[in-house]
């Protein structure tokens, strides 16, 4: 079943089990597909692109979850702690640490790189094979490090 129809299912899940915020949850997530499909050339996007969707939207979440937090606005917390709860449903099996380190060294022979100055490349190697599955930031972390062992 494909990332589309799974979501079609689970609106109607949700609809019938009057599940209101994952109701809410999931339509949001469709509307940002819809505006990813419009906003360029009237594509259909695959599982890939509609993964990409669901990791943006959970990313926006999780940085305004600070500014709530600050701000007192424990209701709000809530609500975004459950939609991100939600959203991670969507979402591939995490990478653990192991895992995502074996990635960066296969990333490294793979593009033969010498030093930091190929991080670029190895970046480039890596982040189809972590999209939605590590922490973006974690990982480029971890590969400038391994670089810098390099040089």
């Known amino acids: 079943m494909s990332l589309r129809e799974r979501l ?17 949850v999931i339509r949001g997530i469709k509307a940002a597909i819809l505006a990813a499909e419009t906003r ?21 979440r999780k940085d305004a979850l600070p500014d709530f937090e600050r701000s007192g606005r424990q209701d709000l917390v809530d609500k975004l702690k459950l939609e991100m709860t939600l959203l991670s449903q969507y979402l591939p099996t995490p990478l653990t640490e192991a895992e995502v ?16 100055k190929d991080m670029g490349k190895v970046m480039g190697w890596l982040s189809p094979k972590t999209r939605g599955r590590a922490d973006g930031r974690q990982v480029s972390e971890w590969v400038k490090a391994r670089l810098a062992s390099m040089a």
Do not use: C, F, H, Y
């Open 8 to 24: 079609n299912e689970d609106l109607k899940t949700a609809m019938r089990a009057k599940d209101s915020a994952r109701l809410t």
């Open 40 to 60: 360029t050339e009237r594509i259909t996007l695959e599982d890939e692109g509609i993964l990409q969707v669901i990791v943006k939207e959970l990313k926006e």
């Open 101 to 116: 380190r074996g990635l960066i060294d296969e990333a490294v022979d793979a593009v033969r790189a010498l030093g930091p």
